[in-house]
């Protein structure tokens, strides 16, 4: 199956700092989505990009298909920022079947 | 604002008894999924189901059945609970079908944590 890989594992940010979280994905999709879990375990959706750039806020994501990875990025970070970020991905012809990758976990201290 | 309901926040349960993990979303939605959840592991999707009393494996499903006799309700049963099966059980659901112009976007409930002793 599709091998979904995140990186780095772990992050510890100062508040006001700027990160990059990256995807890498082992085949071709259709469907490529950024969550956020929280410290109380809700994941909400931030980002569908199965390709191109989008911003939200502090928030940004871009993905290169071609290539195969997907980053995150996340600029002046603050506390409410800390969690769980994970990219989960959709296979061309598996339909609605999406695969997460482990997961970053970040922590942004005061 | 899509709403995905797990019954419980919280079970404890003995080996060997019957679990039942229900999870109700009122948008709606064609796809229903239960992934768990395990530190350093990620999420792994046990079941999901794309229509009423359809199902389809996922990557786990091995210990685990599904229902779906109402396109709103999905629920997970463990047969016969293990300690292995201690985890976060998440629910999620999607509008997207085959064939529509959107995407499959998830949207998950706040989970459940199981505890089997």
């Known amino acids: 199956g599709i091998q979904v890989e995140q990186s780095p594992p772990d992050l510890i940010l100062q508040e006001g700092a700027n990160s990059t979280l990256r995807c890498n994905f082992s085949d071709s999709v259709n469907n490529l989505q950024w969550f956020h879990q929280n410290p109380w375990g809700q994941l909400i959706n931030l980002f569908y990009?199965?390709?191109g750039t989008k911003q939200n806020g502090r928030l940004s994501a871009t993905t290169v298909a071609t290539e195969r990875y997907s980053l995150l990025y996340i600029s002046s970070s603050q506390t409410t920022d800390s969690g769980v970020y994970f990219c989960a991905v959709e296979r061309r012809n598996q339909g609605g079947k999406l695969i997460f990758g482990q997961g970053t976990e970040l922590s942004v201290k005061p | 604002d899509v709403k995905v309901t797990q019954s419980s926040r919280y079970l404890v349960k003995r080996t060997g008894e019957k679990v039942f993990l229900e999870c109700v979303q009122d948008m709606d939605h064609e796809n229903m999924f239960w992934y768990r959840q395990d530190p350093g592991l990620g999420l792994r999707l046990i079941y999901f189901?794309?229509?009423?009393?359809?199902?389809e494996k996922g990557d786990i499903p091995e210990g685990y059945s599904v229902s779906r006799e109402k396109k709103e309700r999905f629920s997970l049963i463990l047969e016969s609970a293990s300690t292995n099966q201690t985890s976060m059980y998440l629910c999620?659901?999607?509008?997207?079908?085959?064939?529509?112009?959107?995407?499959?976007?998830?949207?998950f409930g706040a989970g459940s944590r199981l505890t089997v002793l």
């Open positions: 990009i199965p390709s």
């Open positions: 189901s794309y229509d009423v009393k359809m199902k």
């Open positions: 999620a659901s999607s509008l997207w079908f085959q064939g529509s112009s959107g995407a499959n976007v998830l949207t």
